[in-house]
Nanobody, 116 residues
Protein backbone atom coordinates (compact mmCIF):
# COMPACT_ATOMS: atom_id res chain seq x y z
CA UNK A 1 0.00 0.00 0.00
CA UNK A 2 0.93 3.63 -0.49
CA UNK A 3 -0.19 6.63 1.52
CA UNK A 4 -0.27 10.04 -0.12
CA UNK A 5 -0.55 13.37 1.69
CA UNK A 6 -1.01 16.57 -0.29
CA UNK A 7 -0.28 20.05 0.95
CA UNK A 8 0.27 23.54 -0.37
CA UNK A 9 -3.17 24.53 -1.55
CA UNK A 10 -4.75 27.86 -0.74
CA UNK A 11 -6.16 31.11 -2.03
CA UNK A 12 -4.17 33.11 -4.57
CA UNK A 13 -4.89 35.96 -6.94
CA UNK A 14 -4.94 35.42 -10.67
CA UNK A 15 -1.42 35.55 -12.06
CA UNK A 16 0.05 34.24 -8.83
CA UNK A 17 1.83 31.01 -8.01
CA UNK A 18 1.45 28.04 -5.68
CA UNK A 19 3.45 24.89 -5.14
CA UNK A 20 1.66 21.70 -4.20
CA UNK A 21 3.45 18.82 -2.51
CA UNK A 22 2.54 15.15 -2.35
CA UNK A 23 4.45 13.07 0.17
CA UNK A 24 4.38 9.32 -0.39
CA UNK A 25 4.98 6.60 2.18
CA UNK A 26 4.59 2.85 2.30
CA UNK A 27 5.46 0.71 -0.74
CA UNK A 28 7.18 3.56 -2.55
CA UNK A 29 9.52 1.25 -4.48
CA UNK A 30 6.47 -0.16 -6.25
CA UNK A 31 5.44 3.22 -7.65
CA UNK A 32 5.64 3.39 -11.46
CA UNK A 33 4.10 6.80 -11.94
CA UNK A 34 2.65 9.66 -9.98
CA UNK A 35 0.30 12.34 -11.09
CA UNK A 36 -1.77 15.34 -10.24
CA UNK A 37 -5.45 15.55 -11.11
CA UNK A 38 -8.04 18.19 -10.32
CA UNK A 39 -11.77 18.39 -9.95
CA UNK A 40 -13.72 21.60 -10.18
CA UNK A 41 -17.30 21.87 -8.83
CA UNK A 42 -19.73 20.16 -11.15
CA UNK A 43 -16.99 18.78 -13.37
CA UNK A 44 -15.23 15.47 -13.77
CA UNK A 45 -11.79 14.86 -12.36
CA UNK A 46 -9.18 15.63 -15.02
CA UNK A 47 -5.51 14.98 -15.55
CA UNK A 48 -3.15 17.86 -14.82
CA UNK A 49 0.32 16.28 -15.02
CA UNK A 50 2.12 12.98 -14.59
CA UNK A 51 5.70 11.91 -13.98
CA UNK A 52 6.95 8.40 -14.67
CA UNK A 53 9.55 6.40 -12.77
CA UNK A 54 12.09 7.27 -15.45
CA UNK A 55 11.36 10.96 -15.17
CA UNK A 56 9.21 11.50 -18.26
CA UNK A 57 6.47 14.05 -17.77
CA UNK A 58 3.14 14.75 -19.39
CA UNK A 59 0.83 17.75 -19.09
CA UNK A 60 -2.71 18.67 -19.94
CA UNK A 61 -2.81 21.24 -22.73
CA UNK A 62 -4.51 23.71 -20.43
CA UNK A 63 -1.50 23.88 -18.08
CA UNK A 64 1.44 23.45 -20.46
CA UNK A 65 3.96 26.22 -20.00
CA UNK A 66 2.46 27.25 -16.65
CA UNK A 67 2.70 24.16 -14.44
CA UNK A 68 5.72 21.97 -13.74
CA UNK A 69 5.68 18.54 -12.11
CA UNK A 70 8.85 17.37 -10.40
CA UNK A 71 9.99 15.01 -7.69
CA UNK A 72 12.49 14.71 -4.89
CA UNK A 73 13.35 11.02 -4.54
CA UNK A 74 15.18 11.59 -1.26
CA UNK A 75 11.99 13.01 0.25
CA UNK A 76 9.59 10.68 -1.60
CA UNK A 77 7.73 13.79 -2.64
CA UNK A 78 6.23 14.99 -5.91
CA UNK A 79 5.62 18.67 -6.50
CA UNK A 80 3.39 20.69 -8.77
CA UNK A 81 4.64 24.22 -9.33
CA UNK A 82 1.78 26.31 -10.63
CA UNK A 83 2.53 29.71 -12.15
CA UNK A 84 0.35 32.27 -13.93
CA UNK A 85 -2.70 30.86 -12.22
CA UNK A 86 -6.11 31.54 -13.70
CA UNK A 87 -9.59 31.49 -12.19
CA UNK A 88 -10.30 28.34 -14.18
CA UNK A 89 -7.52 26.55 -12.29
CA UNK A 90 -9.72 26.64 -9.19
CA UNK A 91 -10.34 23.05 -8.10
CA UNK A 92 -9.50 20.39 -5.58
CA UNK A 93 -6.14 18.95 -6.60
CA UNK A 94 -5.44 15.28 -6.00
CA UNK A 95 -2.20 13.35 -6.11
CA UNK A 96 -2.17 9.73 -7.22
CA UNK A 97 0.32 6.90 -7.44
CA UNK A 98 0.21 3.96 -9.86
CA UNK A 99 1.96 0.87 -8.60
CA UNK A 100 3.75 -1.80 -10.61
CA UNK A 101 0.97 -4.36 -10.19
CA UNK A 102 -1.72 -1.91 -11.22
CA UNK A 103 -3.03 -0.61 -7.92
CA UNK A 104 -3.90 3.08 -7.88
CA UNK A 105 -3.85 5.21 -4.76
CA UNK A 106 -5.17 8.71 -4.18
CA UNK A 107 -4.49 11.42 -1.69
CA UNK A 108 -7.19 13.32 0.16
CA UNK A 109 -6.97 16.40 -2.04
CA UNK A 110 -6.04 20.01 -1.46
CA UNK A 111 -8.14 23.03 -2.42
CA UNK A 112 -6.74 25.64 -4.80
CA UNK A 113 -8.78 28.80 -5.24
CA UNK A 114 -7.76 31.49 -7.71
CA UNK A 115 -9.51 34.81 -7.39
CA UNK A 116 -9.94 36.93 -10.48
Amino acid sequence: QVQLVESGGGLVQAGGSLRLSCAASGSIFSINAMGWYRQAPGKQRELVATILRGGSTNYADSVKGRFTISRDNAKNTVYLQMNSLKAEDTAVYYCNALLTYGSLYWGQGTQVTVSS
